[in-house]
């Protein structure tokens, strides 16, 4: 059971938690003038990042807030924690 | 090939054991091939004997990141069976099917496939709804599939708690006869054996870092930790790193990537007969040849690559065992291990060509790949020789996501109301 | 939005209104019933709500507030929940809505959403620790700490108002389990306590 | 007492005689004996059978490393437990234990036979045979295999124990209780740190308990031992958790450990938790697990009688119990020496000192010269003697290349030491790195993945001197990276033994071939021979190698094997041991109980049972209750003998001649609050919402964004700013997730709030034609008329003082309202209601009613109509879609060219020709009789029922162009041949609606 940094609540067991998938794919403000193809990209085409990955987690049986991590998903370790609305952080050593 | 048999077991045994030679070469990359099979597993080393053995196309290459065998051919349960809901996975799974039913004759290597039935068991309305949906379903696409009362599998099986003084009551089970296990390291050295036999190279410890592309976009080499590899056909049968792979090709694949943890107990003599599966207990087991319980639940709820999970996991899976089989409350797990399997949106596999010339990719299989080995591959094999799918697989193409045509086989078995 | 408190209620009615039964314990109470809101909403909401309640609502994260008769219960950024004798239900409710007019928020009786359980004594951590995953030393858990958490298999709010006592706010239909899980957990120090009924 | 027993010394208690049984066989032992010493303490050696040939086995160590000593152990038949180690079965007054394997007994086994046939059954021989005829894998092979493997006995009877859980937090998380870990324990708590010390044996100590002159401090061992635990035990931040096992490092340093509470007592009290799992977040985890003696791989190595040097100076010193008379020591490293000595000094005879080196410390060939002990030097084994007891060793001499067959040495047992291999198995589970360390022949943990540190043996640190300092520094290192800055301090100690040497592979044989059955894995039987087959064949990763011949496999997971057998790999390669690499270390360390996962999970623990306020009455009144979800809700109603249909007929005729009450508290329920409420839901649902008036509901949908039906339920305008949103029972959570990631996540710009009402309400379902002649009387402040509250009217006001929110909707086609008061008060409000309508023919329905009801006005259930692959469209919904809005959720998806064809799959009703004949809910549909399979499914049955109204069946499907199929015969094709069906439409009740306006 990974241990995640609520940006609110601070660190608690992932069994508070839900995972929300990958970050920053924002929903189309209209997605009407999008053609099929970026329609899927939007709806399915995810980076399945190994290595550094920006991903949300709701503290769903917490303070029930979405927020993002930097998680590298070799090793499970985090990385980075930001509120949902932040630009994903530039790690040290510049490692996007 | 050395043919493998009791009598070829006792003679070289008089002499010590000392004539068998190595069950596929050691072989080196060389500098071309007509097709070049990325990834071991099962899936891969099946598509390269299919490639050489159906379509005469030997001059071919697997390669091997690690050790033959040692992605999820070698961490699944071994689960069998073909009872899937929608006909194009039901002719798919169907299709593998029939080809462990001898497999071990073809390969001349014994895959121990054991058809001891596969029974998934209701536990609510819904449940018992859905079952006799797909049992319909199979039967109508020729796929056995047969409802049982409590009673019916509590005789299956002996060792199942169909009273109610349990949590979620047994109210019948779906039994394909068929369905059952195998052995899962011999599914991947008998095809290495087998297709090595027939001339393919098998390169272990290779791992590929980029791919090369003509004027046109069409593959044509392919970029490894041991050199260069000029082709023109490339196949991609990576399992949990199809992403990563895939990336260097800059193709993008509608892929998570979930750590998947199984277990088996303290081998034990015969206790357990058959396979059975709860969606709504979320657990399977089974028993190995060897006498362990083999057992697997869910997957950890975030992508990784690191072939390990949480305890929470584990603590879910075995009350759920434990609930449905309290006599094993006192057996006690020997071995855990993860695996890394690659999703699709709708749980499906892709077996497809790609938007890339001369790049195919068979991946997204989930937690229930192993049971589709042989169709995988042959199937695979067909499209890779043919540049054209076949029939049973079009249908896992790319682009039904982008089309909708989705084939949503956890949908239909996991909607609650 | 309509009055929430029974007007004319028979009397059989009024007893009723009880929560799940739970074996009562020495270190194992159902709480009586309570008035019970969620206030979800900015600062501004909270300013003014405490404003009406009586209380200064916390800022700070798992944090609360209380009175001998109320408490403020911080669950999530813009989330408190706010705690009042069943009594006061109706006084509260208009205390509230007359200080939040004009303000954008939403306030929601859960009066008889959730019942609360106290445990208290010198094993309460030992046996919540058997079910809840959180480190509930003093320190790292102080009294006044309050937080929305898991419990085996349900969600509870979880609050110390004493050192040696938590209260556990659960929906109602998991109270059986929640109550019985922590009577299970409990007979290991309590050996003569038996399953919960 | 027995002639095994040493006079004094060792850490049993003399004082009280235990008696036990092993395969029938009454013995006595002591207090503070394990079974395999009592055994041992009896003249009993063979303990077990092996798993591939069945050869007989004796114990080989003193504890979790055990490969052989397997037995099954049990206080009744329900408490069966099988695979126990000998080694760590502590002994209680009347413990019964039988060995495993074996038939009909132990010396007389038939399975021996596979002994014989060794030559033929090499390592991996199952996959070259069984394969002819086909099908006779299953029928014959298999089964026979399967009889013949596996170990102990599954338990027949559910377990009655109980198990418990604990999750715990602490700064330092020691594991091993050793000198290492004592020190470093002592040292994390001196600087402040809470600290959990556990060890899996019964007593703190490790190595301490088998080395009575040890001295620490200037004081013996055990007293430095006593004091030390004395002072954690006081300590108020430190916990001591005996017999626990840290068997999983698990991500972000969280360590399961399995404490076992009951298996040693006498009577466990009733009810006494057996084991416990104990979840432990540690900032800090510190590893003091020591080293495991490696055994000596040599023909013959795996006679009864044949064990490892460590384990015998165990069995002397803390179970006072000599394992041999006379007997023969083979070593590798100076350790066993010391054993040696102290077993003479107890009154063993030394037969010999076969070492492996020519280079011999000097001293140690002193001290045994003075002992009168004869020291072989640069000795192999070439082979041992006796068959159910090892009654000679056959040494040879190595000079050089070449290998002298020597002379036999007579003896009843052998104690070996090829040195040490530190424990890395945490370690190297976190994902830490192992270093290879030339000098120790070992490898030692490198660089760690988590907050892990190491102390002692388990990294390569050897002498008592060396351990504590090594263990105190650690711990104070621990310490410090808790938080809890700490002084180092430093030990005096002094030990007898010496700690040189060390040995890896096999002995050397002549002709440097493989001997004969020399043995690297005990338990499953791999001998040189196979390690040496599977790198002929081509399985040259040590990977491949332990999976083709099962090395490292068995239930010690290669405690005593793994080494060896990867020295050996190495030499055959030619490759430097860190080039062949490791298998990976899995999870669990030792074996652990699947209870104790478990833990309090059973029964009604196993997952919540979801109970309405109104539960109690219906089951006062009889119901049948289906698990919905964790619910329970009331499924029919039966009276005096009724089965399922006759209740539900009579339900359902009651209810649309009269009245019905159901209980619909389960539904999910939603509180959408803010001045942005009525846009919110316009994004989200399909429906339109600005214009729905404050005191009306709206039927609403759901997608997701791929275009798929999702959830559906009722919503109600309270207020302006305030809706009331129902959902599906098993939606309730997942649509409130679904609508909270929207709101934090993509519309931040809206003032929403959501809030779960699902359980602050009882929903009490009125239906029926004389619903609101039973409301009437009980209802204040509303006008129930249809004028004032039609259709899909929602008000507020009072019933029976209770206040209420009332909504005129109905999901039968009845003249329906659902009441919602506040829970607590559900039962009293639902008996009023009830007893109101007692003179107009109220019945209490049940969910299965309730889905013929709504089947027969065609209404969809989400999940029995829909499965995830089904738009609005398809659904028979389309009239539902707000046609103006520029977008919902899904709405981009339902846009794509594939959901607008004309074949997808639509829902339809269907009349069977029979009226009598009920179809099957799942049966399939097709458009031509008389196929075979494949056949072309075109569709199948979503719901069916017989509807007593209509005296006739109904059904509702989905089918493939259904809607432009209407008035057409399909089929339904079941095994007893095709059901002719017509297709229609969905609404089979009151067409016009008449009733639900009425």
């Given at each position: 059971m990974l241990q995640i940094q609520c940006p609110y609540c601070g660190v608690r067991p992932e069994s508070e938690f839900a995972y929300g998938g990958e970050a920053h794919i924002a929903r189309p403000t209209d997605p009407s003038t999008l053609n099929d193809d970026q329609w899927a990209e939007f709806l399915y085409m995810r980076t399945n990042t190994k290595g550094v990955h920006a991903e949300r987690w709701r503290h769903a049986r917490g303070c029930n807030r979405f927020f993002n991590a930097l998680r590298d998903t070799t090793s499970d370790r985090f990385l980075a924690f930001y509120r949902t609305g932040e630009p994903r952080p530039v790690l040290a050593g510049g490692k996007p | 090939m050395q043919r493998y048999s009791a009598l070829s077991i006792f003679h070289r045994g008089l002499s010590g054991h000392e004539s068998w030679r190595p069950q596929w070469r050691r072989a080196a990359p060389k500098a071309a091939y007509d097709a070049v099979i990325v990834g071991g597993g099962g899936h891969g080393l099946g598509t390269a004997y299919y490639l050489a053995s159906v379509h005469g196309l030997t001059n071919i290459a697997v390669l091997e990141k690690?050790?033959?065998?040692?992605?999820n051919t070698g961490r699944n349960t071994t689960i069998i069976r073909s009872n899937y809901l929608f006909d194009e996975s039901a002719a798919l799974y169907n299709h593998a099917l029939k080809l462990w039913e001898d497999l071990s004759q073809v390969l001349n290597y014994n895959v121990m496939y054991s058809a001891r039935g596969v029974m998934m068991l209701a536990h609510n309305v819904h449940d018992v709804q859905v079952a006799k949906r797909h049992i319909h379903a199979n039967r109508c696409n020729g796929v056995d599939n047969e409802w049982l009362t409590p009673e019916q599998a509590k005789e299956f099986c002996p060792p199942l708690n169909i009273s109610d003084n349990i949590r979620y009551p047994v109210l019948g089970a779906a039994l394909q006869r068929r369905g059952g296990t195998a052995r899962h390291d011999a599914v991947a050295w008998g095809y290495a054996r087998a297709a090595d036999a027939l001339g393919v190279d098998i390169i272990e410890n290779c791992e590929v870092t980029g791919f090369r592309k003509d004027a046109h976009g069409a593959i044509e080499a392919v970029e490894t930790s041991r050199g260069l590899i000029t082709t023109r056909k490339v196949g991609v049968?990576?399992?949990?790193?199809t992403s990563a792979v895939m990336r260097l090709a800059d193709v993008r694949l509608p892929l998570e990537s979930f750590p998947l943890q199984a277990l088996v107990s303290e081998p034990v003599k015969p206790a357990f007969p058959c396979v059975v599966m709860s969606n709504t207990i979320h657990a399977y087991i089974s028993q190995s040849d060897k006498g362990e319980l083999v057992i697997g639940a869910g997957t950890d709820a975030y992508t990784s690559y690191t072939q390990r999970g949480g305890l929470h996991i584990n603590t879910h899976t075995l009350d759920a065992i434990c609930e449905l089989f309290p006599m094993f409350r006192r057996m006690q797990m020997l071995r855990n291990w993860g695996g890394i399997v690659d999703v699709t949106p709708d749980r499906s596999p892709i077996i497809a060509k790609t938007p890339v010339k001369g790049l195919y990719v068979n991946c997204g299989w989930g937690t229930g790949g192993f049971k589709a080995t042989p169709g995988s591959a042959h199937v695979f094999a067909h499209t890779i020789a043919n540049d054209e799918p076949h029939p049973i697989n079009a249908p896992f193409n790319i682009e039904r996501f982008r089309d909708g045509f989705l084939i949503d086989e956890a949908a239909a078995a996991a909607v609650a109301h | 939005m309509a009055d929430t408190t029974p007007t004319r209620i028979p009397a059989s009615l009024i007893d009723a209104r009880r929560s799940p039964v739970v074996t009562r314990r020495d270190w194992l109470q159902p709480l009586a019933p309570r008035a019970r809101f969620t206030l979800r909403g900015g600062a501004d909401a909270r300013r003014a709500a405490g404003a009406a309640f009586g209380l200064v609502l916390p800022e700070d994260a798992c944090r609360s507030a209380a009175t001998p008769t109320r408490a403020a219960l911080w669950l999530g950024p813009d989330e408190q929940l706010l705690l009042g004798l069943e009594t006061d239900t109706a006084s509260i409710q208009e205390g509230l809505e007359q200080a939040l007019r004009g303000i954008a928020h939403s306030l929601v009786d859960v009066s008889h959403r959730q019942t609360a359980l106290e445990i208290s004594g010198p094993h309460a951590e030992a046996i919540l620790n058997g079910a809840s995953?959180?480190?509930?030393s003093l320190s790292a858990f102080p009294v006044g700490m309050c937080t929305r958490t898991v419990f085996e298999k349900a969600d509870v709010v979880l609050w110390r108002p004493r050192a040696d006592t938590f209260h556990i706010e659960v929906w109602r239909s998991f109270t059986d389990y929640v109550s019985s899980l922590i009577a299970e957990i409990g007979r290991e120090y309590y050996p003569g306590d038996g399953r919960a009924a | 007492m027995s002639a095994f027993r040493t006079a004094t010394g060792g850490r049993i208690d003399r004082s009280r005689v235990i008696e036990f049984e092993f395969d029938g066989v009454r013995y006595t032992g002591l207090a503070g004996d394990t079974l395999a010493s009592a055994l041992l303490a009896n003249g009993v050696h063979l303990m077990g059978r092996s798993f591939k040939y069945h050869r007989p086995r004796g114990v080989l160590g003193a504890g979790a490393e055990e490969p052989n000593a397997l037995v099954g152990v049990w206080r009744d038949e329900a408490r069966y437990t099988p695979n126990l180690r000998a080694t760590t079965v502590e002994l209680y007054a009347g413990l019964k234990a039988e060995s495993q394997n074996r038939s009909p007994s132990l010396t007389v086994d038939k399975g021996s036979v596979n002994s014989l046939l060794s030559p033929f059954i090499p390592a991996g021989f199952y996959y070259k045979t069984f394969m002819w005829p086909k099908g006779a894998w299953k029928s014959l092979y298999e089964p026979a295999i399967r009889e013949a493997a596996g170990l102990g006995r599954a338990p027949r009877l559910a377990d009655p124990d109980r198990y418990g859980n604990r999750h715990a937090h602490c700064d330092v998380l020691v594991i091993g209780a050793g000198p290492a870990g004592i020190a470093a324990a002592r040292a994390a708590a001196a600087a402040g740190a809470s600290v959990i010390l556990c060890d899996e044996q019964a007593e703190f100590g490790g190595s301490l308990l088998a080395d009575p002159t040890a001295e620490i401090d200037g004081q013996p061992a055990a007293q430095w031992l006593a004091a030390s635990l004395a002072e954690l035990s006081a300590a108020s931040r430190v916990t001591l958790l005996g017999r626990t096992t840290a068997f999983g490092y698990f991500p972000h340093n969280h360590v399961g450990l399995n404490q076992k509470l009951t298996d040693h007592l006498d009577k466990p009290a009733e009810g006494a938790i057996r084991e416990r799992l104990w979840q432990v977040r540690a900032s800090q985890v510190l590893i003091a697990q020591g080293a495991i003696e490696r055994p000596l791989v040599f023909p013959g190595n795996d006679l009864p009688g044949i064990l490892l040097a460590s384990a015998a100076r165990t069995y002397l010193n803390r179970y006072g119990v000599r394992v041999g008379e006379q007997i023969a020591v083979v070593t590798a490293h100076d350790a066993a020496y010391q054993t040696a000595f102290e077993l003479k000094a107890a009154g063993a005879g030394i037969a010999v000192i076969a070492d492996v080196r020519a280079d011999v410390d000097a001293a140690l060939l002193e001290q045994a010269a003075g002992l009168g002990i004869t020291v072989r030097r640069a000795a192999t084994v070439l082979g041992t003697t006796g068959k159910l007891r090892v009654t000679g060793l056959v040494l040879g001499s190595v000079s050089g290349e070449a290998v002298q067959a020597g002379d036999t040495i007579a003896c009843d047992a052998v104690i070996m030491s090829g040195g040490f291999t530190p424990s890395v198995h945490l370690h190297s589970q976190s994902r830490g790195k192992l270093e290879w360390q030339p000098a120790l022949g070992a490898f030692v943990p490198g660089e760690a993945a988590e907050a892990t540190l190491s102390a002692g043996a388990c990294r390569g640190v050897f002498g008592l001197a060396a351990v504590l300092n090594d263990g105190a520094a650690q711990g104070a290192a621990a310490a410090t990276a808790a938080g809890h800055g700490a002084g180092v301090r430093t030990y005096q100690a002094s030990e007898a033994a010496r700690h040189g040497g060390g040995f890896l592979g096999a002995l050397p044989q002549p002709g440097g071939k493989p001997g004969k059955k020399a043995f690297l894995d005990w338990q499953n039987d791999v001998t040189t021979r196979d390690i040496a087959l599977a790198i002929r064949e081509g399985f040259v990763s040590v990977e491949h190698v332990k999976r083709y011949t099962t090395n490292g496999m068995a239930t010690d997971q290669g405690k005593t094997s793994n080494m060896n057998a990867l020295a050996l790999v190495a030499a055959t390669l030619g490759k430097p041991i860190p080039e062949c690499g490791l298998t990976t270390f899995r999870m669990p360390y030792t074996p652990v109980t699947f209870g104790s996962f478990a833990g309090y999970s059973r029964g009604d623990l196993f997952e919540p049972v979801r109970r309405t306020a109104i539960h109690d009455w219906a089951r006062e009144h009889g119901a049948v209750f289906e698990d919905v979800g964790a619910w329970k809700r009331a499924r029919y109603f039966p009276r005096g003998g009724e089965d399922m249909h006759e209740a539900v007929n009579r339900e359902c005729i009651a209810l649309r001649h009269g009245c019905g009450i159901f209980d619909a508290s389960t539904l999910g329920k939603i509180e959408v609050v803010g001045p942005d409420a009525a846009t919110f839901l316009e994004r989200l649902y399909v429906n339109s919402w600005a214009n729905l008036k404050v005191g009306r509901s709206r039927y609403g949908i759901l997608c997701r964004e791929d275009g798929f039906v999702y959830d559906d339920g009722v919503i109600a305008r309270l207020a302006e700013d305030r809706f009331h949103v129902t959902t599906t029972t098993g939606g309730a959570a997942r649509v409130y997730a679904f609508m909270e990631d929207y709101l934090q996540t993509e519309w931040q710009d809206l003032r929403v709030w959501l809030t779960s009402i699902t359980e602050q309400y009882s929903v009490i379902a009125v239906q029926g034609p004389n619903a609101r002649r039973v409301l009437e009387p009980l209802i204040e402040g509303v006008d129930l008329s249809a004028t004032a509250l039609p259709h899909m009217g929602v008000a507020t006001g009072r019933i029976l003082g209770v206040p209420m929110r009332l909504f005129r909707v109905s999901f039968t086609g009845e003249l329906g309202f659902e009441v919602n008061v506040p829970a607590d008060y559900g039962r009293a409000v639902w008996e009023a209601i009830f007893a109101s309508g007692e003179s107009h023919g109220i019945v209490p329905y049940g969910t299965e009613a309730m889905h013929v009801l709504r089947a027969e006005k065609g209404y969809i259930i989400v999940g029995q109509e829909t499965d995830g692959t089904l738009t609005p469209d398809d659904a028979g919904l389309g009239w539902a879609i707000g046609r103006q809005k520029a977008d919902f959720v899904g709405k981009r998806s339902l846009a794509r060219a594939s959901m607008q064809t004309a074949d997808r799959k639509q829902l339809v009703g269907l009349r069977t020709v029979d009226p009598a004949v009920v179809l099957e809910e799942g049966a399939q549909i097709v458009d031509s009789p008389g196929q075979t399979p494949p056949m072309r499914l075109i569709g199948h049955v979503t719901s069916s029922y017989h509807s007593a109204v209509l005296g006739h069946s109904i059904a509702l499907a989905v089918v493939r162009g259904g809607r432009a199929r209407l008035g057409h015969t399909l089929y339904v094709p079941m095994p007893e041949g095709d059901i002719p069906v017509t297709v229609t439409s969905t609404v089979f009740y009151d067409a016009d609606g008449a009733r639900l306006h009425g």
């Open positions: - | 690690g050790w033959v065998g040692g992605g049968v990576a399992a949990g790193n | 995953p959180l480190d509930l | -």
